[in-house]
């Protein structure tokens, strides 16, 4: 009966929400990373988007003011990468909290003597088990080519929803789980190896913090850098366009 309930309520949300069309071309025409979308995928994209601002909080924090623009420039990114798997996966939590740049976490840390250490990390963006997203505005709007806090941040959701975050997430229901893990391990044994020995990597060396934050990089990269990704990691980029059911490498124009 929830599941009905649901279904009935979005369904009316969709029929009587509407996105303004000329804030929605400044948006998304700011994101170089949508061309290619199909007629069918931008709509599903809409809808997604109209659904996700009626059903999360966004709130400014240390004065900052949410104005409709950014509310739909975070909704566009974290729609993306469940365009093709449904909003559900985003569900449990309606929280986020906007801050105006990097904000700080106070973090405790145990050494090997057992002596905890406390210390302020600054971040652009944190993922809460259970709880809100935290992203810095500063930041999304510094979004390039294989960087893109919201997607990050996004990505460690999904990841949170599907299992240990000590660990790779699992994979979909429709794939082979040995495939999958076997592609992350070798990705991740290699670019671990490459940070080591100070080589130039196609993404962030923070990546290599531990499985959680590769996969939150690499699903960055996958969406906003593409066809490096594809070069640089095939088996991967593989799996990925499995998990996320999109292939964002066929969306890029042919070289000229």
Known sequence: MTGLLKTWRRKRELRRSRLDPALWRQVTGDMPFLQGLTPEEWQRLHDCCVLFLAEKEMHGARGFVPTDAVRLSIAVQACLPILNLGLDLYQGWVGIVIYPGEFRVRREEMDESGVVHEYDDELSGEAWPGGPVILSWQDIKLGEAG????????????????????????PLAHMPREAWLGAWDAAYETFCGQVDRGVQTLID?????????????LSEAFF????????????????????????PAARQPAPA
Do not use: C, W
């Open 147 to 170: 960087y893109n806090v919201v997607i990050h941040e996004f990505a460690h959701k999904l990841h949170m929803g599907r299992g240990d975050m000590d660990d790779f997430p699992p």
């Open 205 to 217: 060396p923070y990546a290599s913090e531990d499985p959680a934050e590769f996969f939150a990089v």
């Open 224 to 247: 906003t850098l593409p066809l490096a990704v594809r070069s640089t990691y095939p088996a991967l980029y593989g799996q990925l366009a499995q998990f996320y059911r999109q292939d």
